[in-house]
């Protein structure tokens, strides 16, 4: 009886014995208590998971950490990318606006030029009387001038419709309203461009929408199970230089092939000279010595480097387009995307600010989150400059 009474002592502290190990054995330690391969930034000095099973790691994406923002950082930004992608293939192909199109009937949409003419004068009677509709009919043809019509269509009857359609001459208080007019006049084009435009191409877009989310994804996957050990360290930071490198030469592909789309010999220069250059960066970031901390600023010098090479082709851009308003917006946004990605890059070298006082920004506030943060700006940024570059390519073509 004793001896029975015994073993169930002795199971009962083993079993709390082993809890308490558990729970020590999981704690955060500190900088000086990590292997060698978990040590990147001596500024952060506490908060760091050591060599934990995938299930605690797991779990650790609840709890806070030292790499609890990081991994949820670029967690949100593939969510947003992933949504992103999801509206624009639903969307953004639909550049019209459906309420000036509620008054065209089936006919219309079915491309019968015949009835073209009272659908058209139909749908405008509803719209404010303005003067001088010469004057628009006038631009109507400059710019239907201009838009790649499917062959089945013939450009001279098209805008020979439209511009029959405007009635002589209105009155709108008396005078010309400029801003009347461009709405009007944007409205009919809006109506015109799907029925007689050949879409472009999407796939560049796609491209660095994909780049995009594989490189949150695999960020964010690093910083999670990067503490497993050091073989899973080793294969999660190639993945992580891996997306940075794809994420920087898709980011070329939609300025690159929307802006040289009519000049296929600059296109194919461009377009092959990034993607080697990023496969040259990614083979780079397999080599054992990339990933040790004194190579940092080599790190971040040479994808600094791979996004400076876009000057070439955003300012052959500017030169040919330089009276478009289209290339000046777009590169208004690349200048800020460039800018957004300097200085994360700039900042990620540098350790700044947990340089300046050690300690204090382990959880919140160190480089490699406002890094992460830059980042996510930075490509949401050039995303709004492809959606320029889509309706640019749909309304005008080559």
């Given at each position: 009886?004793?001896?029975?009474?015994?073993?169930?002592i002795?199971?009962?502290k083993?079993?709390?014995g082993?809890?308490?190990?558990?729970?020590?054995?999981?704690?955060?330690?500190e900088y000086?208590?990590?292997?060698?391969?978990l040590?990147d930034?001596?500024y952060?000095?506490?908060?760091?998971?050591?060599e934990?099973?995938l299930?605690?790691?797991f779990?650790?994406?609840?709890?806070?950490?030292?790499?609890t923002?990081?991994?949820?950082?670029?967690?949100?930004?593939?969510i947003?990318?992933?949504?992103?992608?999801?509206?624009?293939?639903?969307?953004?192909?639909?550049f019209?606006?459906?309420?000036?199109?509620?008054?065209?009937?089936?006919?219309?949409?079915r491309?019968?030029?015949?009835?073209?003419?009272?659908?058209f004068?139909?749908?405008?009677?509803?719209?404010?009387?303005i003067?001088?509709?010469?004057?628009?009919?006038?631009?109507?043809?400059?710019?239907?001038?201009?838009?790649?019509?499917?062959?089945?269509?013939?450009?001279?009857?098209?805008?020979?419709l439209?511009?029959?359609?405007?009635p002589?001459?209105?009155?709108?208080?008396?005078?010309?309203?400029?801003?009347?007019?461009?709405?009007v006049k944007?409205?009919?084009?809006?109506?015109i461009?799907?029925?007689?435009?050949?879409p472009i191409?999407?796939?560049?877009?796609?491209?660095?929408?994909?780049?995009?989310?594989?490189?949150?994804?695999?960020?964010?996957?690093?910083?999670?199970?990067?503490?497993?050990?050091?073989r899973?360290?080793?294969?999660?930071?190639?993945?992580?230089?891996?997306?940075?490198?794809?994420?920087?030469?898709?980011?070329?592909?939609?300025?690159?092939?929307?802006?040289?789309?009519?000049e296929?010999?600059?296109?194919?220069?461009?377009?092959?000279?990034?993607?080697?250059?990023?496969?040259?960066?990614?083979?780079?970031?397999?080599?054992?010595?990339?990933?040790?901390p004194?190579?940092?600023?080599?790190?971040?010098?040479?994808f600094?480097?791979m996004?400076l090479s876009?000057?070439?082709?955003?300012?052959?851009k500017?030169?040919v387009?330089?009276?478009?308003?289209?290339?000046?917006?777009?590169?208004?946004?690349?200048?800020?995307?460039?800018?957004?990605?300097?200085?994360?890059?700039?900042?990620?070298?540098?350790?700044?600010?947990e340089?300046w006082?050690?300690g204090?920004?382990?959880?919140?506030?160190h480089?490699?989150?406002?890094f992460?943060?830059?980042?996510?700006?930075?490509?949401y940024?050039h995303?709004?400059?492809?959606?320029?570059?889509?309706?640019?390519?749909d309304?005008?073509?080559?």
């Open positions: 009886m004793g001896s029975s009474e015994d073993e169930k002795e199971c009962l083993e079993g709390k082993k809890r308490l190990w558990k729970k020590v054995k999981y704690q955060l330690v000086h208590a990590l292997p060698a391969y040590r930034n001596e952060i000095i506490g908060h760091y998971r050591s934990w099973p299930k605690q790691i779990l650790s994406i609840f709890t806070i950490h030292n790499e923002l990081n991994v949820w950082t670029h967690l949100i930004g593939f947003l990318f992933l949504a992103l992608t999801i509206y624009t293939a639903m969307k953004v192909p639909q019209v606006d459906v309420h000036s199109l509620q008054h065209l009937t089936d006919a219309v949409k491309l019968d030029l015949h009835k073209m003419h009272s659908e004068l139909t749908c405008l009677s509803s719209l404010p009387n003067p001088d509709l010469h004057r628009l009919g006038d631009d109507l043809k400059a710019s239907l001038s201009s838009i790649d019509l499917l062959p089945s269509l013939p450009s001279w009857h098209t805008v020979e439209l511009t029959n359609c405007l002589e001459r209105f009155s709108y208080k008396n005078q010309s309203d400029p801003c009347v007019l461009k709405n944007t409205d009919l084009l809006n109506i461009a799907p029925l007689v435009l050949r191409t999407r796939w560049p877009f796609y491209a660095f929408l994909g780049g995009a989310m594989f490189c949150l994804l695999a960020s964010s996957t690093c910083h999670l199970l990067s503490c497993h050990s050091e899973v360290s080793y294969i999660m930071l190639r993945l992580d230089y891996a997306g940075i490198a794809a994420l920087i030469a898709t980011s070329f592909y939609p300025p690159v092939y929307y802006s040289f789309m009519c296929p010999f600059f296109c194919i220069l461009y377009l092959g000279f990034i993607t080697i250059l990023g496969i040259a960066t990614i083979l780079v970031s397999l080599l054992p010595v990339f990933q040790k004194e190579f940092r600023s080599t790190r971040a010098s040479l600094f480097g996004g876009g000057l070439a082709p955003i300012l052959h500017l030169i387009f330089r009276h478009q308003p289209e290339a000046l917006h777009t590169t208004g946004y690349e200048i800020l995307m460039g800018l957004l990605y300097g200085l994360g890059a700039l900042i990620y070298a540098t350790r700044i600010p340089r006082m050690p204090k920004f382990d959880i919140a506030g480089s490699h989150q406002l992460h943060v830059l980042v996510v700006a930075g490509a940024t995303y709004r400059a492809g959606l320029i570059y889509l309706r640019w390519r309304l005008q073509g080559c």
